[in-house]
């Protein structure tokens, strides 16, 4: 009982997982599930240590094309290939954080912007990423050589539990000593300095954790659709990761997963209906969040039921 | 230096774009003593307690603390030496837990705060310490409020409570009865006493009559530089001191 109420959400996850591809196309559902990742593993900056990284598409984008890169070029095993991208991103991670971290709020946003608008132009010029056309047909592959990915059901399994993998993750992360900490350094970031707590080593740990699962979803993203292309270092992509967890609701768990849901699924219906309106529309939304329901949804109705 | 004074500063200054806010302090505190730092508004007590603690560096002089020059230090790394401070304006972490509070101080004293991926039940063992601690500050009964729900006293007993579960060798103190009420400044200098049993604090604090009852010695700051110096007695027979304060509460 106590591990149904522990677990509670990560369980009602698997069972949403488990009806949805027969309520909704399957890829639609992964396309959500990778970006649902990408989400939370920024609302692990934002939300749980108080970090606006503003060019989070770097690490999705540098899980992307790596992870393309060596299935493609090596034609590695899948799992070696998302294990390279996680492991690219994180090292980016460690660098672009490294030259970030020590400036505070709106600088930290610009340096990070800044650095991911440099690896936007590096993918668009270096001879390995394809350029403007990016990386087209990047196989599936068979994970550990068996199973083979190129079945939809199948990879939506995988796709599935990559994400419950890395959800589960960071819930336990927030959760850890560690993770208290972080939240100690979004309360008060002097205080946590006084008592001690090498405060710009906690948030690059944060910052490298949080690269790492954002690789983790952009090598997910690219082993899904079979390409890497320049929107996944996009600017606008690392726009979309901000509205998707301020929309779901910054600092809560679940928060970051319905944002992405509401923003994909939005953008989907409607890209053949109003075409480039589409931004028009999410900037409205974005604006209707920031003056309506700042605590995003799931923040408003936590909000709504801890008052009744 | 003399082996007795844990804590030496030698010609401090701190300037503000050509203003001087502390200038050339030769600040000296013995071990096992309690020392009061005061002065009227302005006279850079909290910029003296920001240098010592690395939140602020010096213009120019070095501080000695322990016997080792600890000028260019990292503000974690000197709070790791025993040196921690409490805040002028009340400072906790708001939105966790007034337990959390006091759990977090006690967690870095355990170490293995990196430690991302273990569970929540790493840190149960430290409960027990938490709570006698807020019990020492009358907050127990609030353990699982969120911080920013206590009325502001309460809040600069969890601050203390919170300092103090570091059990620090030297506790700098900016005003820890600023904002108390009244009938619970008492609570607060009994506990100040306590705890100062074997260790050192230095404290700046506005209320002469604690100052009074704690301080073994006080220095007197005036326009960032040392007006006087001695115990209760003297410095407050001192007739600069008496302008100074004076002069003050005419303005
Ligand atoms: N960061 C800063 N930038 C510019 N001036 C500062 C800064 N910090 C302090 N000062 C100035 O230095 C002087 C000393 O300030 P400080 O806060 O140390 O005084 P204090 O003795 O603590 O006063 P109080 O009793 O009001 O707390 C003041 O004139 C203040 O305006
Ligand atoms: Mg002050």
Known sequence: ?308 | MSPDYILETRGLTREFSGFVAVKDVELKVRGGSIHGLIGPNGAGKTTMFNMLTKFLLPSSGSIIYRGSDITGERPARVARRGLVRSFQISSTFPHMTVLENVRIALQRKMGGSFQFWRSERALDHLHDSAIRILASVELADYANLNAVELPYGRKRALELATTLALEPELLLLDEPTQGVAHEDVGRVVALIKKFAQGRTVLMVEHNLSVVEDLCDKITVLQRGQVLAEGSYQEVSNNPQVLEAYVGVADE
């Open chain 1, 1 to 308: 009982m106590t591990f149904v109420r522990k677990h509670a959400v990560l369980l009602s996850l698997v069972v949403v997982l488990a009806i949805a591809p027969f309520l909704f196309y399957p890829v639609l559902v992964m396309k959500v599930l990778c970006f649902a990742l990408f989400a939370c593993a920024f609302n692990l900056l934002l939300g749980y240590t108080g970090l606006l990284s503003f060019g989070h598409a770097a690490y999705f984008g540098a899980g992307a094309y790596t992870t393309g890169y060596a299935m493609t070029a090596w034609a590695t095993t899948p799992e070696l290939g998302l294990l390279f991208g996680v492991v690219t991103a994180a090292l980016l991670g460690a660098v672009f954080g490294g030259l970030a971290i020590r400036r505070q709020g709106i600088y930290f946003a610009m340096i990070t912007l800044a650095l991911a608008q440099m690896l936007y132009f590096f993918c668009l010029q270096a001879p390995f990423t394809g350029g403007e056309d990016g990386l087209q047909g990047v196989p599936r592959g068979k994970l550990f050589g068996l199973i083979d990915l190129g079945n939809d059901d199948v990879m939506y399994v995988f796709v599935s539990l990559v994400f419950l993998g890395g959800f589960w993750l960071i819930d336990r992360i927030i959760r850890s000593p560690f993770g208290q900490v972080l939240k100690s350094i979004r309360e008060n970031e002097d205080r946590a300095l006084s008592l001690g707590y090498d405060v710009d080593r906690y948030k690059l740990v944060a910052f490298v954790l949080s690269s790492a699962l954002a690789g983790l979803a952009g090598a997910t993203k690219t082993l899904t659709f079979g390409f890497a292309t320049l929107t996944d270092v996009f600017w606008g992509t690392s726009g979309e990761v901000v509205l998707m967890t301020l929309v779901g609701g910054v600092g809560t768990v679940l928060g970051p997963v319905i944002g992405a849901v509401v923003i994909i699924v939005l953008q989907n219906e409607l890209a053949d209906k109003v075409g480039s309106w589409v931004l028009v529309i999410l900037g409205a939304i974005f604006v209707v969040n920031v003056l309506l329901f700042r605590k995003g949804i799931v923040g408003e109705i936590t909000a709504r039921f801890n008052r009744t």
